[in-house]
């Protein structure tokens, strides 16, 4: 039975070990990416994504607009942003204890059933099993963290910290985009050039 790579070989296809490395490249290195793309899909030229530069954009903006904000302005954002932490609070408190309940309600029904075998008791210890797990991991509110309120000052202090953590961890993320879409172009043009095809 042919493979991917391999059905246009299979499907009497003349194919040049140019076109077949090619092909094969896509489940190695740079072009790894592109495994789930149409085998006959042109090999790209890579670009840095524009997420981290966004994001250090953003960061900067930030800073530059909470070191300009009056003391006015900085104290009604600490307050909005405690309004909606108690919000987002509550809604995940709801959450995690309708979750919770609907776990117990299905974990008793499991209890309860009995197995029509011993063959079938390992599936239901298993059943349990996941129902306790998950209730472990998703319904603990011990992970939620209650909102604290700021002074406004004290919430202009958090943010041009959190703002320059942002600057620094966001332009070293794009410098480092940089050198792995440079590294991936490279791989590729020495893959073509190795296989006498010209490099765009």
Known sequence: MPTGYTSSIYNGEEV??????????RAFGA?????????????????PSSYNLESLEKAKEQLKKLTSLSSEEVEKLAEEEYRNGVE????NLKK???????YERLLAEVN???????????L?????????ESIDWDCDEKYLTPPVRLSGEEYRKSG????HKEIAYYSNAHEEEVQRTNSRNLW???????LGEESK
Not at 112 to 122: I, Q, R, T
Not at 188 to 194: A, F, H, I, N
């Open 160 to 163: 041009i910290v959190k703002a």
């Open 31 to 47: 072009l790894v990416m592109m495994r789930d793309e149409p085998m006959d899909a042109e090999i790209p030229v890579f670009e």
């Open 16 to 25: 040049t070990v140019k076109d077949f490395v090619l092909k094969c490249s």
């Open 112 to 122: 309860a059933w009995n197995p029509p075998s011993s063959e079938h008791v390992g």
């Open 96 to 102: 995690r204890r309708e979750l919770r309940s609907r």
């Open 124 to 132: 239901k210890e298993f059943c349990v099993k996941q129902l306790e």
């Open 188 to 194: 590729v043009k020495q893959l073509k050039d190795s």
């Open 88 to 91: 987002e609070y509550q809604k």
